[in-house]
């Protein structure tokens, strides 16, 4: 589990945080919140049991040289975080980023509608399809029961998701002060996400490049 650490850093989302506190200020905020991060978690479990299929028929002992290919894997993957990371730190832009209308439009749908648009695009959302992938490898490459491998699975979408139920938990805790609370958060991420989105996957980069 402390292998995963670096994929809970490369997780945390600004623009997930936002998007949560935009919804849970919206009319039928939590309905909407809900909608929007269950669906999330189904997207990404989807592709976790579509990654662990794949890493299981590449185990297969007609498969030669599997290890090898999950390295180069790794090492590709880690230079596409570090060219995203050095291009947020240089545009601003997240590779996630949503069109500009896309708050206006969430806000006129309803919980229902929100659940199959979000989980189409958390299908699509590049950078966790690769800590996905990067996530199922480490289980992979663990050996383990299958027992443990569900386990780990169920860790590893709390991993990708923590940071987005942050807003969801200081809406349910703070009482009174829950939106001036919210307004505080969604001002802190507005000003770093640059810098905190390019530490974090470059930081993974690195430590996918290196082989660490």
Do not use: C
């Not at 919804?23 to 479990?45: D, E, P």
């Amino acid at each position: 589990m402390i292998n995963f650490i670096p994929l809970a850093l490369a997780a945390f989302s600004p623009l997930g945080i936002t998007l949560v506190i935009f919804l849970l200020t919206s009319q039928n905020g939590v309905r909407k919140t809900l909608a929007y991060l269950i669906s999330q978690t189904l997207a990404f479990a989807i592709w976790s049991i579509i990654f662990l299929h794949l890493s299981l028929e590449f185990a297969k002992p007609q498969v030669s040289d599997s290890s090898g290919v999950r390295e180069t894997l790794r090492i590709f993957l880690g230079i596409i975080l570090l060219v995203f990371a050095v291009r947020i730190l240089l545009t601003g832009q997240d590779p996630d980023a949503l069109p500009l209308k896309w708050r206006s439009f969430i806000d006129r749908i309803n919980a229902i509608a929100l659940f199959f648009v979000n989980l189409f695009l958390s299908l699509i959302q590049l950078r966790f399809v690769i800590l996905i992938m990067l996530g199922v490898d480490m289980i992979h490459s663990a050996q383990l029961p299958q027992v443990s491998i569900f386990i780990s699975s169920l860790v590893l979408l709390i991993v990708l998701l923590w940071s987005q139920f942050v807003p969801l938990v200081i809406f349910l805790v703070f009482g009174k002060q829950r939106e001036l609370a919210l307004k505080n958060l969604e001002g802190w991420m507005t000003r770093n996400a640059r810098y905190i989105n390019s530490a974090f996957l470059g930081g993974l980069g690195l430590f996918l490049v290196l082989g660490m």
